[in-house]
């Protein structure tokens, strides 16, 4: 069986935006994929957070696991009001994949596996969870600051052949 990446949306910040929002996403692929390539304008954080539906209640939750190389950390975060994605930095643009598993269902909990490496911090792989059975129509892609001009956000939808 052939998996195919198909480009749902693509955002090039050109002003510094502490939002980047895709809405009315189709429910006919098996997964989402977020790759963002992100910079931020202030150093008072080091996150990216996603929020599902417009949901800002308390819902979310993460796990994440960090090095680099010579000293490893880890975290987790319950009842929050968004997915906490970790290694942004304002040197440099630096890549994050989150893969968005099963988001159409509507029976389950929506989960996510997120992946970020900058070489001046670490690497970072982050579990997160979302606590509705609602499917993904809309991902809010945030930062606790803005991310820089020059930002990139592209949406895939993952299709089974």
Same mark, same amino acid.
């Given at each position: 069986m052939a998996i195919t990446y198909e480009p749902i949306a693509t955002t090039t910040?050109?002003?510094?935006?502490?939002?980047?929002?895709?809405s009315s996403?189709?429910?006919s692929y098996t997964d989402l994929v977020l790759v963002a390539t992100?910079?931020?304008t202030s150093s008072n954080t080091d996150r990216l957070f996603l929020q599902f539906n417009g949901d800002t209640a308390t819902n979310y939750s993460a796990t994440?696991? *960090?090095g680099d190389g010579s000293a490893a950390a880890s975290g987790r975060?319950? +009842?929050v009001s968004e997915m906490r994605f970790y290694n942004q930095s304002t040197a440099d643009f630096y890549p994050n994949i989150i893969h968005i598993m099963n988001y159409a269902n509507s029976t389950t909990y929506k989960t996510a596996i997120g992946r970020s490496s900058a070489a001046a911090i670490s690497a970072t792989a982050t579990v997160g969870l979302w606590r509705s059975t609602a499917a993904i129509? *809309?991902?809010?892609v945030k930062s606790p600051n803005t991310f820089t001009s020059? +930002?990139?956000f592209t949406l895939y939808g993952i299709a089974s052949a």
């Open positions: 910040l050109s002003t510094a935006t502490a939002t980047v929002t895709f996403i189709s429910g992100v910079k931020l994440y696991l *960090q975060f319950s +009842s129509t *809309q991902v809010d020059g +930002s990139t």
